[in-house]
């Protein structure tokens, strides 16, 4: 599977940014998606999840209510909706997607996932 995010880009505080994450070499209908994002220094931490269907969502703590997830799998994309950006949201953004049965919930930890994009940047100021 390669995972190609996008969407990165320096805002200021309060504003928006959407990522996205084009998929190709694997039927994307049959993959569990997530977002991670690691700043300077810092581990790589959980984001935002979403099941093959679209119908089970995680989301850390620390973004509920300002970020949404959704995935088109006519477009083989997974998206990031980032609203109410804080400069503590500043971290490269990375996409992660692992081939799941039906059943099988999105995980919520980076092991969970087998395939990696490249990271894009995002650099909230204040």
């Known amino acids: 599977v390669q995972l190609q995010a996008s969407g990165g880009g320096s805002v200021q505080a309060g504003g928006s940014l959407r990522l996205s994450c084009a998929t190709s070499g694997r039927t994307f209908s049959r993959l569990a998606m997530g977002w991670f994002r690691q700043a300077p220094g810092k581990e790589r931490e959980f984001v935002s999840a979403?099941?093959?269907?679209?119908?089970?969502?995680y989301y850390a703590d620390s973004v509920k209510g300002r970020f949404t997830i959704s995935r088109d799998n006519a477009k083989n994309t997974v998206y990031l909706q980032m609203n109410s950006l804080k400069p503590e949201d500043t971290a490269i953004y990375y996409c992660?997607?692992?081939?799941?049965?039906?059943?099988?919930?999105?995980?919520?930890?980076?092991?969970?996932?087998?395939?990696w994009g490249q990271g894009t940047q995002v650099t909230v100021s204040s």
């Open positions: 979403i099941s093959r269907t679209g119908g089970t969502t």
């Open positions: 992660a997607a692992e081939p799941t049965i039906n059943t099988v919930l999105p995980g919520t930890n980076a092991a969970f996932y087998r395939y």
